[in-house]
Structures are given as structure tokens and as C-alpha cells.
């Protein structure tokens, strides 16, 4: 029935704040319990002279009974005569008396059912006359529900019915004084006594499911009260058989206690269980009580590593405590489903979610939980490098924790800002912010995070050079850690213990602590969950593998390079690759097995052959950066700068290269062309590619390419070459001797290779013949002269406007190209992209709108018809999310949208956008673009794209012809009309 809430310690879980960027779960706010949110009780005022007769078995049902509410019936009863029935409750929580002639109660009955469920009453009059029974209805008006009350039995006392009778009165006396142990805690020792003498008159009464109901009781005021673990899961485990043949309410709330008890016993995988059934155990109108354990179900689901499940369950539970207006709890899970989004990277959603909790808790004044929502505020402003802004809301999460008293809180936002103060090159600030939160960590018994203090300074001595004192550091946090299994926290804690053996010269020693880190990191990758979530943590777990690369160097020997690129290559595309092997049944082709050797790993997965090229690896790392080149003379490998320097640097590159020519921008463009070529392609890279005859097809120029290097057209950088004239070196772009392709891995450019030989054989045998090009072009858009008398609609963004060379595109094709099948104008639907059998085209190329889709809540997509034969809008288009589902069995994707070819940067995963989702879908090749192109020069392209590959070009060569034909016409510094356009995918 009624909700109490729990002393402050126990009605929220201490913010572990870890790492700024990750967003730990442990900062997440559980809902105590699932009856802890109502009010006290009224006082019931005394009966009516006139009130309706309650008769045996019939019912008098309360609709729309609101919070707040009374309804009282009569009875006339004779002394000595018993009486029992129910009071069934739904979307509203009641109390029940039973009041004699003059007033006085006779029985209260006010169990712990909350919002839905059957009240049981058991009463033996001592007086004849008129008594009335009172139902009260708690909460607030706007709660609104049914109250059925029944008479079961009304006869004349037995020695069973004294008992039950008996049994009900304890109860109910215990269970006043469970309401009041907030307050008095010397009512602990009695509530627990009472609560056992009713648990011994209900099996006198032999009425098991109520002793189930006080052994629960018992339970919850034996850890709450008592912190007494082990003796409340006993009575707890006691409780749960005995109260099968209960009211499923009661069943569900000891489910929800078993949840919390397997939390602060340190057992989540079992409090995951728990919760979960306690979710699927309460009734439907049970909004307020299924919200609780909804969140805390999403508070253990964030901290198992389960992004997805804990986004469905603390969603559900927000749109449950916004239904019935608890502003308060709408507030505890917005911030907890923000510190989910914070984790896997949706920045925008998260952003949102903890404005709003703010925003209400700033009404409530609730200052401790305020603070929480401000330092999570600033964890991602941290994420996105915000980092005074960052700074800032630690500095106000700190003061307002101080001010109210809450060290470990406080400790927590000192760590923050030691985090900041680290990646702002503040060392010293960073240490002093960190020891001085230790103690305040160590005092409130916040281990996990004194294990991640410790990692942390760890890092700082370890920047600093001093090895031993780092060493010293890691084996503490190694000792606290280890004993949470928490494999993130393991993967970080190995990883630092090899970078200071690595640093101490012991690399042997070393490298068995890697295995154990990327060990950890495997143990993740392989739990169900979507795509993106898989790789955003992937993505945060790169540091595991630079130290991999440090220590196999640092181990030396002949193969230290080939080991090197093989950990390199194990960091890559993992998820994208998880996907390829669950998605293709016919997946047997060799791939980078954890389970191989290193050197076996890269042997399978390496070039289908490197005489007719080169490949280009490059991995950047926080510390250090490396290129690989893999072609006929072997394996050899460059040092490069950090991360951060590489990609500032490309993608201020990418920025002079993707605006329109300005002349007064051509000499910084040339400037920065020549610098970043230099960095990214050493001198000698180049110049030992293999030798070939003057009318010999040109090398193959393979990149598998690392964070913002992606947005680069590798094609447009400058290579050094030997001038064959006077044997002079110069740098020129590497489409003039290379075909140029991107592949987000070795073993996905193995796989997309074998993908592509194996159905040009199964094509071969066929005697259906596939379809050569399906075309998807010109739609009509808002603002397009075949809808001429329409206006556009006033939404968000601005409306499309027709791609009139995309028309020209379309009937070049269709002339050309034998077969080609075009859906354009108001055809170009995805509805009409449905209804063909898509497996049956060789190719497939879209010339319509694209959009990348980083605002909050929106996926990339590509943008079709957006009116129907009428002119009327009727917005079509194709979500990535359709993409992934489709199966296709294409050899080419052309996707001629404006920067089809951006997404979404994780580290080494790379762009997830629509490149991913062909791929993923089955085509082996697709062709994207980087950036906006003008529209008369994508048909050009167009066109001499499909006029090489109907001269036997194969699609990397097709490229490099059209774009050689595009720089002819617009000259050497017209990069941003002949450079945009780059393939993924195999050769």
C-alpha cells in the first residue's frame, strides 16, 4: 500500500565518477525501493451516521477513485460474528479500518501493496450494533484508480478466525512502527519482534503466504536498519517460496528487495535477475512501483556493460514517472539515462536529458542531487573537449556538495576536475586534486573509485618518467580492482601495469598483462548489444591496444613490426566486424581469431597480394602515432605524431580541401597539402613501390585509415615520386600513380574480397544473369518546379530543393547502361525500393540529398521524394537502421548524396554512416563522397565514372580515371571539385 522513503545513505547510490569520458553507471541514482514515494497517511475522520451495507459476496466498486478519497460502508454485526473479504486496488493505494458502533477502531490494515492488489481484512466484533468499514485512498488527486470492496465470510467466530484475527492486528502494529524507523530507530528490535509474533500466528493460522509476507518485512528492516546482509537474504530466500500462491504485488516487491540486497551484496548479474522479474511481475497499473524497479533494473544494466537494456529500461521508467507527474523521480532516471548516452557518445540526447533533470531540480531545490546533474553536465562538456566549460560545472558540483556535507560526493567532483586538469597538461594541479580526494574516498567506503584514483596517478608518475612510483601505485589499484571484476576496470588497471613494465625495460612481463587487458576487453565486446553501442565501447578501449603496440616494439627481434601491425590491426573495425560474421551464414573465410597466434592472425588476414601494390595501415594513439606500409618488399613501419596533433591537423586539411576555391586560399591550401603529405607520407614510403612497364595498369594503393584521417582524400596528398627524367624527388597526388581504396580493416578487406570473388564465380555459373544498374534520382522535393504551385512546409531545416543534374545523371544511365532501372521523380520512394528484389542488381547508385544526421535523436539517412503525385508532402526517405536490414548481393554502391561519405568518428572503428551500412548489407564496394558537391560536376563525374567501367575499369581504377579527367578540366588547384569522391570496399 503506502511508500516510505529510506535515510538518505540508503535511498541513493554514491556518484562514483570515473573516468570524465566513459560516464561510469555508478553515478546513477537508484529508486530505494519499490513502495518509497508516497506520503503519510491522513488521519482517517470518524464514520458517517449513514453509509452503504456491505452484503456477502456482492462487490461496490469505486471508479475513477482519486488520491485523497474516502468511501465508508456499513456492517451490522452482532458480538462474537467474524467477518472477512477484500478490497482489491488498481492505480491507487488505500488503507482499510474497521470502526465499532462508537467510533473505535477495531482493526487498521495497511499493508505494503502498493497502487495494485488485494487487501485482505479479518474481523470478530465485540459489541452488536452498526460498524462501518473505511476505505482511504493515499496520494496526491491527480492519482486515480478502481477500489472493489467484497464481504467473503460473515458467521460466527471460530478459534482459526481468532487467529487470523490476532495475526492482522500484530501485523498491522508492525507495520506502524516500520513506517516511523526513519525517525526512531530504537523501534528496529521491536518492529522485528512484532513482525515474528505475526509470522507465528499466521502459521497457527496455516496461512503460509502471510508468513511469507512478515519474513519479508523482516528482511528489508534487517539490511536497511541494520546493514545486515546475510541474515536479510535469508529471510528473504525464506520469504519468496512461501508467497508463490500471493498477490502478484507482493511477489514483485520481493523480487525489487532481492534486487537491492544483491546490489549492496556486490552481486549484480544476480540483482540483474532479480529486478527483472520483479518488472515483469507487476501489474500493469502498478506505474509508480514498476518505474522503481524499471530504474533500478537500468542502474545495474548501465553497470554490467549493457547499454542497450538499461536505455530501454530507464526509458520505460521516465515515461512511467511522467505519466503520474513525480517530478523528482522523472529527474533521478532523465539523469540517469544521460550518464547511459554520456557513456556510448550520444552527446546530444545525454545533453538534453540532464538539462531537463536540472531544470527540475533547481525547482525542487534539491542541491545534492543538482550538484550530480551539474557535474555530469560537466563530464560532457569534458567528452566533447569542452574543457573550461568542463571545468567549470565540477567547480560548482564541488561547492555545492561541500556546502552540504556530502564528502564522497565532493571527492568525486575533486576527481573530475583532476581529469581535466590531466588532459589540460595541468599535472601537478591533477595530483594535488586527486590526494586529496583519496582519503575522503577511502573514509566513505568508495573502493572502486580509490582503485580508480589510484590508476590515475599512476598515469601522471608514469608521464612523468617515474616508473617506479607508478609501478608502486598500480599494483594497489590492481589489488582493489581485481576484486570488482568489473572487466573495464580491469582492462584499464592491466594495461597501465604493462606500460610500467614496458617502461622498466621488462617486456616480456609486459606483454602477459596486455593479453590479460585485451582478455577483459573481449569479455565485453562479446555480450549482445546494437551496433552502436558495441563500438562506442570498442572505441573507448583503444588505449589497450596502443600499449599492446609499445610493448611488442620494445620487445624487439625480427618480428617486432609484423607483431606490432598485427595488434594494430586487432584493434580494428571489431565491431563492424562482429557484425559481418553474425550476419553472413556462409562467414568461413579466416579472420582475426583471439584465439590464433599473432603472426597466424596476420598471415590470414593479410593482402590477397602486395604485387600489384601497397598497403597503408595507420593507428593513432594518445601517445604516439603509427603508419605501416605492407606491399612485395615486406613489412616496414613509421613513427608519427600524437593523436591530437594528426587529427587538428586533418581536419583543418579536410576543411581547405572541401571549400569552394577562393584564391586568396589557394596559397595555404597548397601550404598545408604539402606539410600534412609530408607527415602522413614519409619520403621513402613511396619510392620502393614495384617496378612496372610503361603500359602496365597502374599499382593499387590500399588505406586502412585511422579517426580523422578518414576525412582525407588520400588520392588528393602528395606522394614522393622520382622524377624519371632528372632523378630528382618531387611530390605529386597519388592518383596519378595509384588506383586509391579505403577498407576499415585488413581482415574486412580480406572478407569483402572473398565477398566479391565468390559471387563473380557464382555469377558465372548462374544462367540468371543479374540485373546491371538500379538508378535513384532526381525526387521531388519540396522545392521543385514539377510541384510548382506548392509552398514548402515551415519545419525544422530547411526544405530540399530539386538536384537538377541528378535528372541529367538519370537519363545518361539509362541510355548507357543496357537494362538500367530507374525509380526517379515521384517513383523515387522507399516503398518503391522495397518492392524490388534488391539482391537481383549488380549495382546500385542514389543521386538524391543525404543528410548525416548528428542532431539529437536523428541517423543518418538519404533523402527521397518528399511529395506524391499530387504535389502533397508525403516524406520518404531511407534510415540508416532500413540499411543495415537490407540484403544485398551488389559488386557497387554509388552513393552520389553530398558527404555521403562522413559519419560518425569512433576510434577504431571509424566513420559509421552510410559507407558501414552498404557494406554491412552486403555490397563489396561502395563509392561516397566527403563533401558537398556542386551538382553539375557530380553528373560529370558520373558519367566518366560509368564510361571507365563499361571499358573493364575496375571500380578503384574507374575512380581514379574519372577524377583524373575532372582535375584535367578544373586544373591542379581544383582539388574540391575532383577530389571528393573516395571507395571502401574491396579491389
Given at each position: 500500500?503506502?511508500?516510505?522513503?529510506?535515510?538518505?545513505?540508503?535511498?541513493?547510490?554514491a556518484?562514483?565518477?570515473?573516468?570524465?569520458?566513459?560516464?561510469?553507471?555508478?553515478?546513477?541514482e537508484?529508486?530505494?525501493?519499490?513502495?518509497?514515494?508516497?506520503p503519510?497517511?491522513?488521519?482517517t475522520?470518524?464514520?458517517?451516521?449513514?453509509?452503504?451495507?456491505?452484503?456477502?459476496?456482492?462487490?461496490?466498486?469505486?471508479?475513477?477513485w482519486?488520491?485523497?478519497?474516502?468511501?465508508?460502508?456499513?456492517?451490522?454485526?452482532?458480538?462474537?460474528?467474524?467477518?472477512?473479504?477484500?478490497?482489491?486496488?488498481?492505480?491507487?493505494?488505500?488503507?482499510?479500518?474497521?470502526?465499532?458502533?462508537?467510533?473505535?477502531?477495531?482493526?487498521?490494515?495497511?499493508?505494503?501493496?502498493?497502487?495494485?492488489?488485494?487487501?485482505?481484512?479479518?474481523?470478530?466484533?465485540?459489541?452488536?450494533?452498526?460498524?462501518?468499514?473505511?476505505?482511504?485512498?493515499?496520494?496526491?488527486?491527480?492519482?486515480?484508480?478502481?477500489?472493489?470492496?467484497?464481504?467473503?465470510?460473515?458467521?460466527?467466530?471460530?478459534?482459526?478466525?481468532?487467529?487470523?484475527?490476532?495475526?492482522?492486528?500484530?501485523?498491522?502494529e508492525a507495520?506502524?512502527?516500520?513506517?516511523?524507523?526513519?525517525?526512531?530507530?530504537?523501534?528496529?528490535?521491536?518492529?522485528?519482534?512484532?513482525?515474528?509474533?505475526?509470522?507465528?500466528?499466521?502459521?497457527?493460522?496455516?496461512?503460509p503466504?502471510?508468513?511469507?509476507?512478515?519474513?519479508?518485512?523482516?528482511?528489508?528492516?534487517?539490511?536497511?536498519?541494520?546493514?545486515?546482509?546475510?541474515?536479510?537474504?535469508?529471510?528473504?530466500?525464506?520469504?519468496?517460496?512461501?508467497?508463490a500462491?500471493h498477490?502478484?504485488?507482493?511477489?514483485?516487491?520481493?523480487?525489487?528487495y532481492?534486487?537491492?540486497?544483491?546490489?549492496?551484496?556486490?552481486?549484480?548479474?544476480?540483482a540483474?535477475?532479480?529486478?527483472?522479474?520483479?518488472?515483469?511481475?507487476?501489474?500493469?497499473?502498478?506505474?509508480?512501483?514498476?518505474?522503481?524497479?524499471?530504474?533500478?533494473?537500468?542502474?545495474?544494466?548501465h553497470?554490467?556493460?549493457?547499454?542497450?537494456?538499461?536505455?530501454?529500461?530507464?526509458?520505460?521508467?521516465?515515461?512511467?514517472?511522467?505519466?503520474?507527474?513525480?517530478?523528482?523521480?522523472?529527474?533521478?532516471?532523465?539523469?540517469?539515462?544521460?550518464?547511459?548516452?554520456?557513456?556510448?557518445?550520444?552527446?546530444?540526447?545525454?545533453?538534453?536529458?540532464?538539462?531537463?533533470a536540472?531544470?527540475?531540480?533547481?525547482?525542487?531545490?534539491?542541491?545534492?542531487?543538482?550538484?550530480?546533474?551539474?557535474?555530469?553536465?560537466?563530464?560532457?562538456?569534458?567528452?566533447?573537449?569542452?574543457?573550461d566549460?568542463?571545468?567549470?560545472?565540477f567547480?560548482?558540483?564541488?561547492?555545492?556538495?561541500?556546502?552540504?556535507?556530502?564528502?564522497?560526493?565532493?571527492?568525486?567532483?575533486?576527481?573530475?576536475?583532476?581529469?581535466?586538469?590531466?588532459?589540460?597538461?595541468?599535472?601537478?594541479?591533477?595530483?594535488r586534486?586527486?590526494?586529496?580526494?583519496?582519503?575522503m574516498?577511502?573514509?566513505?567506503?568508495?573502493?572502486?573509485?580509490?582503485?580508480?584514483v589510484?590508476?590515475?596517478?599512476?598515469r601522471?608518475?608514469?608521464?612523468?618518467?617515474?616508473s617506479?612510483?607508478?609501478?608502486?601505485l598500480?599494483?594497489?589499484?590492481?589489488?582493489?580492482?581485481?576484486?570488482?571484476?568489473?572487466?573495464?576496470?580491469?582492462?584499464?588497471v592491466?594495461?597501465?601495469?604493462?606500460?610500467?613494465?614496458?617502461?622498466?625495460?621488462?617486456?616480456?612481463?609486459a606483454?602477459?598483462?596486455?593479453?590479460?587487458?585485451?582478455?577483459?576487453?573481449?569479455?565485453i565486446?562479446?555480450?549482445?548489444?546494437?551496433?552502436?553501442?558495441?563500438?562506442?565501447?570498442?572505441s573507448?578501449?583503444?588505449?589497450?591496444?596502443e600499449?599492446?603496440?609499445?610493448?611488442?616494439?620494445?620487445?624487439?627481434?625480427e618480428?617486432?613490426?609484423?607483431?606490432?601491425?598485427a595488434?594494430?590491426?586487432?584493434?580494428?573495425g571489431?565491431?563492424?566486424?562482429d557484425?559481418?560474421?553474425?550476419?553472413?551464414?556462409?562467414f568461413?573465410?579466416?579472420?582475426?581469431?583471439?584465439?590464433?597466434?599473432?603472426?597466424?592472425?596476420?598471415?590470414?588476414?593479410?593482402?590477397?597480394?602486395?604485387?600489384?601494390?601497397?598497403?597503408?595501415?595507420?593507428?593513432?594513439?594518445?601517445?604516439?602515432?603509427?603508419?605501416?606500409?605492407?606491399?612485395?618488399q615486406?613489412?616496414?613501419?613509421?613513427?608519427l605524431p600524437?593523436?591530437?596533433?594528426?587529427?587538428?591537423?586533418?581536419?583543418?586539411?579536410?576543411?581547405?580541401?572541401?571549400g569552394?576555391?577562393?584564391?586568396e586560399?589557394?596559397?595555404?591550401?597548397?601550404?598545408a597539402?604539402?606539410?600534412?603529405?609530408r607527415?602522413?607520407?614519409?619520403?621513402?614510403?613511396?619510392?620502393?613501390?614495384?617496378?612496372?612497364?610503361?603500359?602496365?595498369?597502374?599499382?593499387?594503393?590500399?588505406?586502412?585509415?585511422?579517426g580523422?584521417?578518414?576525412?582525407?582524400?588520400?588520392?588528393?596528398?602528395?606522394?614522393?615520386?622520382?622524377n624519371?627524367?632528372?632523378?630528382?624527388?618531387?611530390?605529386?597526388?597519388?592518383?596519378?600513380?595509384?588506383?586509391?581504396?579505403y577498407?576499415?580493416?585488413?581482415?574486412?578487406?580480406?572478407?569483402?574480397?572473398?565477398?566479391?570473388?565468390?559471387?563473380?564465380?557464382?555469377?558465372?555459373?548462374?544462367?540468371?544473369?543479374p540485373?546491371?544498374?538500379?538508378?535513384?534520382?532526381d525526387?521531388?522535393?519540396?522545392?521543385?518546379?514539377?510541384?510548382?504551385s506548392?509552398?514548402?512546409?515551415?519545419?525544422?531545416?530547411k526544405?530540399y530543393?530539386?538536384?537538377?543534374?541528378?535528372?541529367?545523371?538519370?537519363?545518361?544511365?539509362?541510355?548507357?547502361?543496357?537494362?538500367?532501372?530507374?525509380l526517379?521523380?515521384?517513383?523515387?520512394?522507399?516503398d518503391?525500393?522495397?518492392?524490388?528484389?534488391?539482391?537481383?542488381?549488380?549495382?546500385?547508385?542514389?543521386?538524391?540529398?543525404?543528410?548525416?544526421?548528428?542532431?539529437?535523436?536523428?541517423?543518418?539517412?538519404?533523402?527521397?521524394?518528399?511529395?506524391?503525385?499530387?504535389?502533397?508532402p508525403?516524406?520518404?526517405?531511407?534510415?540508416?537502421?532500413?540499411?543495415?536490414?537490407?540484403?544485398?548481393?551488389?559488386?557497387?554502391?554509388?552513393?552520389?548524396?553530398?558527404?555521403?561519405?562522413?559519419?560518425?568518428?569512433?576510434?577504431?572503428?571509424?566513420?559509421?554512416g552510410?559507407?558501414?551500412?552498404?557494406?554491412?548489407?552486403?555490397?563489396?564496394?561502395?563509392?561516397?563522397?566527403?563533401?558537398?558537391?556542386?551538382?553539375?560536376t557530380?553528373?560529370?563525374?558520373?558519367?566518366?565514372?560509368?564510361?571507365?567501367?563499361?571499358?573493364g575499369?575496375?571500380?578503384?581504377?574507374?575512380?581514379?580515371?574519372?577524377?583524373?579527367?575532372?582535375?584535367q578540366e578544373?586544373?591542379?588547384?581544383?582539388v574540391?571539385?575532383w577530389?571528393?569522391?573516395?571507395?571502401?570496399?574491396?579491389?
Amino acid at each position: 500500500m503506502r511508500r516510505y522513503r529510506r535515510s538518505h545513505w540508503l535511498a541513493r547510490t554514491a556518484l562514483l565518477v570515473g573516468f570524465i569520458a566513459c560516464g561510469h553507471p555508478e553515478d546513477a541514482e537508484r529508486s530505494s525501493s519499490a513502495d518509497d514515494l508516497n506520503p503519510e497517511p491522513k488521519a482517517t475522520a470518524p464514520p458517517f451516521e449513514e453509509a452503504p451495507s456491505l452484503s456477502l459476496d456482492q462487490a461496490h466498486t469505486l471508479d475513477a477513485w482519486q488520491g485523497g478519497q474516502r468511501r465508508i460502508l456499513g456492517m451490522d454485526l452482532v458480538a462474537g460474528e467474524y467477518i472477512s473479504g477484500t478490497v482489491t486496488q488498481a492505480g491507487i493505494d488505500v488503507e482499510l479500518e474497521i470502526r465499532d458502533p462508537d467510533g473505535n477502531v477495531l482493526l487498521w490494515v495497511d499493508t505494503p501493496v502498493s497502487g495494485s492488489g488485494v487487501e485482505t481484512f479479518h474481523a470478530i466484533a465485540d459489541r452488536d450494533g452498526r460498524h462501518t468499514l473505511e476505505i482511504h485512498a493515499f496520494g496526491r488527486g491527480e492519482l486515480e484508480g478502481t477500489v472493489s470492496a467484497q464481504l467473503k465470510e460473515h458467521r460466527a467466530a471460530s478459534e482459526m478466525d481468532h487467529l487470523r484475527v490476532h495475526a492482522t492486528r500484530l501485523a498491522s502494529e508492525a507495520e506502524r512502527m516500520r513506517q516511523k524507523l526513519r525517525r526512531q530507530s530504537e523501534l528496529v528490535e521491536p518492529a522485528l519482534e512484532t513482525y515474528g509474533r505475526a509470522a507465528e500466528q499466521w502459521r497457527q493460522a496455516q496461512s503460509p503466504a502471510e508468513v511469507g509476507r512478515m519474513l519479508m518485512e523482516m528482511g528489508a528492516i534487517r539490511w536497511r536498519y541494520g546493514g545486515e546482509i546475510e541474515a536479510a537474504d535469508r529471510l528473504l530466500a525464506e520469504a519468496q517460496p512461501l508467497l508463490a500462491e500471493h498477490d502478484a504485488s507482493y511477489r514483485a516487491r520481493l523480487r525489487h528487495y532481492r534486487g537491492e540486497l544483491a546490489v549492496a551484496a556486490g552481486r549484480p548479474a544476480q540483482a540483474r535477475d532479480h529486478y527483472a522479474a520483479a518488472v515483469e511481475l507487476w501489474p500493469a497499473v502498478q506505474g509508480v512501483n514498476l518505474a522503481g524497479t524499471l530504474n533500478n533494473l537500468g542502474f545495474i544494466e548501465h553497470r554490467l556493460g549493457l547499454p542497450q537494456g538499461a536505455i530501454e529500461s530507464y526509458g520505460r521508467a521516465l515515461e512511467l514517472w511522467r505519466q503520474r507527474g513525480i517530478e523528482a523521480q522523472e529527474a533521478r532516471t532523465a539523469h540517469n539515462l544521460a550518464k547511459v548516452y554520456l557513456w556510448i557518445g550520444d552527446y546530444d540526447r545525454a545533453r538534453s536529458l540532464l538539462h531537463r533533470a536540472a531544470s527540475i531540480r533547481e525547482q525542487l531545490d534539491a542541491s545534492t542531487d543538482l550538484a550530480s546533474t551539474w557535474a555530469a553536465l560537466g563530464q560532457l562538456d569534458a567528452a566533447e573537449n569542452r574543457l573550461d566549460a568542463a571545468e567549470a560545472w565540477f567547480e560548482k558540483a564541488a561547492d555545492l556538495h561541500r556546502r552540504s556535507g556530502e564528502e564522497k560526493l565532493e571527492a568525486y567532483a575533486l576527481v573530475d576536475l583532476a581529469v581535466v586538469a590531466r588532459r589540460a597538461q595541468r599535472l601537478d594541479q591533477a595530483e594535488r586534486l586527486l590526494r586529496r580526494s583519496l582519503p575522503m574516498l577511502e573514509r566513505n567506503g568508495a573502493r572502486r573509485q580509490s582503485g580508480r584514483v589510484l590508476v590515475t596517478l599512476a598515469r601522471l608518475h608514469l608521464a612523468r618518467g617515474q616508473s617506479s612510483e607508478a609501478a608502486r601505485l598500480a599494483a594497489s589499484a590492481r589489488e582493489i580492482l581485481e576484486s570488482s571484476e568489473d572487466p573495464m576496470d580491469l582492462a584499464g588497471v592491466y594495461a597501465l601495469t604493462a606500460q610500467t613494465l614496458n617502461a622498466d625495460g621488462k617486456a616480456e612481463q609486459a606483454l602477459s598483462f596486455v593479453r590479460r587487458a585485451v582478455d577483459a576487453v573481449e569479455r565485453i565486446r562479446k555480450r549482445p548489444t546494437d551496433r552502436l553501442h558495441r563500438a562506442s565501447f570498442l572505441s573507448r578501449v583503444i588505449n589497450v591496444f596502443e600499449t599492446a603496440i609499445e610493448v611488442e616494439l620494445a620487445r624487439g627481434g625480427e618480428r617486432r613490426t609484423a607483431r606490432a601491425l598485427a595488434w594494430a590491426e586487432r584493434s580494428k573495425g571489431r565491431s563492424f566486424l562482429d557484425e559481418l560474421v553474425e550476419g553472413e551464414a556462409d562467414f568461413d573465410r579466416p579472420y582475426f581469431d583471439p584465439g590464433l597466434a599473432l603472426d597466424a592472425n596476420l598471415e590470414a588476414v593479410g593482402p590477397a597480394s602486395t604485387e600489384d601494390g601497397v598497403l597503408l595501415l595507420y593507428f593513432l594513439g594518445d601517445r604516439g602515432s603509427y603508419l605501416w606500409k605492407w606491399s612485395a618488399q615486406g613489412i616496414r613501419m613509421w613513427p608519427l605524431p600524437p593523436a591530437r596533433e594528426l587529427e587538428a591537423g586533418a581536419r583543418r586539411l579536410y576543411r581547405l580541401f572541401s571549400g569552394r576555391p577562393r584564391l586568396e586560399l589557394a596559397p595555404r591550401l597548397k601550404q598545408a597539402q604539402l606539410h600534412w603529405s609530408r607527415v602522413l607520407l614519409p619520403e621513402d614510403l613511396l619510392l620502393e613501390t614495384v617496378t612496372r612497364a610503361p603500359d602496365a595498369p597502374p599499382p593499387h594503393l590500399r588505406i586502412v585509415a585511422d579517426g580523422a584521417l578518414h576525412y582525407l582524400p588520400f588520392g588528393a596528398l602528395l606522394g614522393a615520386v622520382e622524377n624519371d627524367i632528372e632523378g630528382d624527388i618531387e611530390r605529386r597526388p597519388l592518383i596519378e600513380r595509384f588506383d586509391v581504396s579505403y577498407a576499415p580493416s585488413l581482415t574486412i578487406l580480406r572478407h569483402l574480397e572473398n565477398r566479391r570473388r565468390d559471387r563473380q564465380l557464382t555469377a558465372e555459373e548462374s544462367t540468371s544473369k543479374p540485373q546491371e544498374l538500379l538508378v535513384v534520382a532526381d525526387p521531388v522535393y519540396e522545392i521543385d518546379p514539377r510541384c510548382p504551385s506548392t509552398t514548402p512546409d515551415q519545419g525544422p531545416g530547411k526544405p530540399y530543393r530539386r538536384l537538377a543534374g541528378s535528372a541529367e545523371e538519370a537519363a545518361w544511365l539509362k541510355a548507357h547502361v543496357p537494362g538500367a532501372r530507374v525509380l526517379s521523380g515521384f517513383e523515387a520512394r522507399a516503398d518503391h525500393l522495397r518492392a524490388l528484389d534488391l539482391k537481383r542488381f549488380r549495382r546500385i547508385h542514389f543521386a538524391v540529398h543525404g543528410e548525416l544526421g548528428t542532431g539529437a535523436g536523428k541517423r543518418p539517412r538519404l533523402v527521397l521524394a518528399q511529395r506524391d503525385r499530387r504535389c502533397e508532402p508525403s516524406p520518404s526517405s531511407l534510415e540508416i537502421g532500413d540499411i543495415f536490414q537490407w540484403r544485398l548481393r551488389s559488386e557497387l554502391v554509388v552513393l552520389g548524396a553530398c558527404k555521403s561519405g562522413l559519419g560518425r568518428d569512433l576510434r577504431g572503428e571509424g566513420l559509421i554512416g552510410m559507407t558501414r551500412a552498404f557494406l554491412q548489407a552486403g555490397s563489396s564496394q561502395v563509392v561516397v563522397s566527403l563533401w558537398d558537391m556542386d551538382d553539375r560536376t557530380a553528373s560529370r563525374w558520373t558519367t566518366y565514372f560509368y564510361e571507365a567501367l563499361a571499358a573493364g575499369a575496375s571500380g578503384p581504377s574507374a575512380l581514379r580515371r574519372a577524377q583524373l579527367r575532372l582535375r584535367q578540366e578544373s586544373g591542379d588547384d581544383g582539388v574540391f571539385y575532383w577530389a571528393p569522391f573516395v571507395l571502401f570496399g574491396a579491389s
